[in-house]
């Protein structure tokens, strides 16, 4: 990469941290309550190396075995955390897990129970979220409200934090209907901490598109990916 794209990468990032900062201020909130994760896949290791150096310390990946990848060849300090966005095979767990990300998209009681094994016999406790399919498309990932419901009722007691909700709107939805979306996923959260005395206190809502609605409906973490690569890369779709 030239010096010309490393430095249109910090200022993508500079860009939508401040675009963060502002929708925490109108939506009243603290901007230190908002993570931005820097989604990640569309780059290779290098240009991953550069966002963190520009001061983006969250990481998303959706694929397991990049995330490896990425992991291992960069080996990065402590205050760099990954994010798993994306569906996690069972079997990829344990080489995942080593990398102590926090996983946002467990869509199975199977998945969450494998997470929760192999941390526990690792001695430690991994963060995650369950991810709902909000937007009742057939074909969206994560689980419906009652399969929410029903895993929740026997949450494994050892090796997992369930600390949130995650959820993507459905493609195509205009600002306001996204805005809906989430906040009937905050209103859902809201239920299903009454419900089951859990804190649940993390929303991962909000990409590119939309993350200035997440913000104003709640979101805690948003996941950012193509905004930062604007003029960087190019990025087909
Ligand atoms: C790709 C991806 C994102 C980032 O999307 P952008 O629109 O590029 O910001 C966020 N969340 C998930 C689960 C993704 O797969």
């Known amino acids: 990469m030239d010096s010309n794209a490393v430095d249109r990468l910090a200022e993508n990032w500079n860009t939508v941290a401040g675009e963060v900062r502002d929708a925490a201020a109108k939506a009243g909130r603290d901007a230190d309550d908002i ?7 569309y780059v290779d290791a290098s240009v991953t190396a550069m966002l963190v150096d520009a001061g983006c310390k969250h990481l998303g990946e959706n694929r397991p075995q990049v995330l ?5 060849s960069l080996a990065f300090d402590d205050d760099v955390r990954w994010h798993v966005i994306g569906h996690l095979q069972r079997n990829k767990a344990r080489r995942t ?8 998209s467990v869509d199975s009681p199977r998945l969450l129970a494998t997470i929760a094994e192999e941390s526990a016999a690792e001695d430690f406790v991994t963060d995650v979220l369950l991810e709902v ?11 419906s409200p ?8 026997t949450i494994p007691q050892s090796g997992v934090r369930v600390v949130g909700i995650m959820a993507m709107a459905g493609w195509g939805t ?4 996204a805005q809906r979306q989430f906040a009937a996923t905050r209103h859902f959260r809201d239920q299903l901490s009454t419900q089951f005395g859990l804190p ?7 990409m590119s598109g939309d993350f200035v609605e997440a913000i104003a409906e709640g979101a805690t973490m948003v996941r950012i990916g193509s905004r930062l ?3 960087v890369i190019k990025i087909g779709h």
Do not use: C, F
């Open 35 to 41: 993570t931005v994760i820097g989604v990640t896949k």
């Open 68 to 72: 490896w990848q990425k992991a291992e």
């Open 97 to 104: 897990l080593r990398h102590r990300p926090i996983i946002h």
């Open 133 to 143: 399919n909000a937007s009742d498309e057939e074909a969206k990932t994560g689980m």
């Open 146 to 153: 009652d399969e929410i419901r029903s895993l929740l009722e």
């Open 174 to 177: 205009d600002s306001d209907a």
């Open 200 to 206: 649940l206190p993390h929303l991962s809502m909000g």
């Open 229 to 231: 690569y604007e003029g």
